[in-house]
């Protein structure tokens, strides 16, 4: 198997373990707040989170045996989750009220009754959507996004002979690091993107658990406790997004009432 020290020592496998590790941590920590429009008893994206932690975790298995191409199908599945989370959110956001406690749209879906739209279509009212036409702005601004899903179906279809060679771990190819390289640099943009989607509409999924301990624990809570900011959220807030996209970190700093640094 062609696979050494250097590939299996690609920063692209620290970022798959990071990634995981917040999405687990961010599953635990939404878990209390429910989900309104919704027959659910408790947070549906707390399911979304550790299922796209089992994605990522799958990703790097793979990746792991050389197979760069199926690797890539995966990623699509990480990125169609992230449009599908927050299309769900958004839409609950914009249609739940005192008129309409429960959202069809979304409720049948959790209840496998109806589908929801397609992808292009679940895109489109995301960017269409003017509460979220700032990180919009920002996110499209170039054809990052677009060529990443080109690349990804580029992958999944095999569009082109080089790129089913990628899953061939007995052969050489010099191109192979440079296919780990632009791995690494499309599972970064995704991450980002969800985040800043995520962060920018829900900014409650921030939040530290030192609010709802101090009710738990009969204390009085410390005034804007509510506001303070989980610490690996911070965390994940400084090494990727503000270190990848300050434009996008700025934004969402000057939104939100979370006392992000």
């Not at 373990?17 to 919704?38: M, P």
């Not at 409720?107 to 679940?122: A, H, I």
Request: hydrophobic share 35%; with cysteine; proline share 1%.
């Amino acid at each position: 198997m062609i696979i050494d020290k250097t590939y299996k020592e690609h920063l692209v496998f620290g970022q798959l373990a990071e990634y995981a590790t917040f999405y687990k941590n961010l599953s635990f920590s939404i878990f209390r707040f429910i989900t309104q429009g919704t027959g659910s008893a408790c947070n549906i994206d707390t399911y979304v989170y550790s299922s796209i932690q089992g994605t990522l975790e799958s990703i790097k298995d793979i990746l792991l045996n050389g197979r760069i191409n199926d690797s890539y199908a995966l990623l699509r599945k990480y990125y169609d989750s992230t449009i599908i989370n927050i299309y769900s959110n958004l839409y609950l956001n914009d249609h739940v009220n005192m008129n309409n406690f429960v959202v069809e749209t979304i409720n049948n879906w959790l209840q496998g009754k109806r589908q929801l739209p397609r992808y292009r279509e679940m895109l489109s009212y995301i960017k269409s959507s003017g509460k979220l036409s700032k990180i919009n702005d920002l996110l499209y601004k170039d054809a990052t996004y677009k060529d990443l899903r080109g690349r990804c179906n580029d992958h999944t279809h095999y569009n082109f002979y080089h790129n089913l060679l990628l899953n061939d771990n007995e052969i050489f190819l010099k191109n192979r690091l440079v296919a780990l390289d632009s791995f690494s640099k499309d599972l970064k943009n995704i991450f980002i993107l969800h985040l800043s989607y995520l962060f920018y509409l829900n900014e409650h999924y921030m939040m530290s658990s030192d609010y709802i301990d101090s009710l738990d624990c009969g204390l009085t809570p410390e005034t804007d406790l509510q506001y303070y900011v989980a610490p690996f959220v911070q965390d994940i807030f400084d090494s990727v997004i503000k270190k990848n996209r300050m434009d996008i970190a700025t934004e969402i700093m000057n939104k939100t009432n979370m006392k992000l640094k």
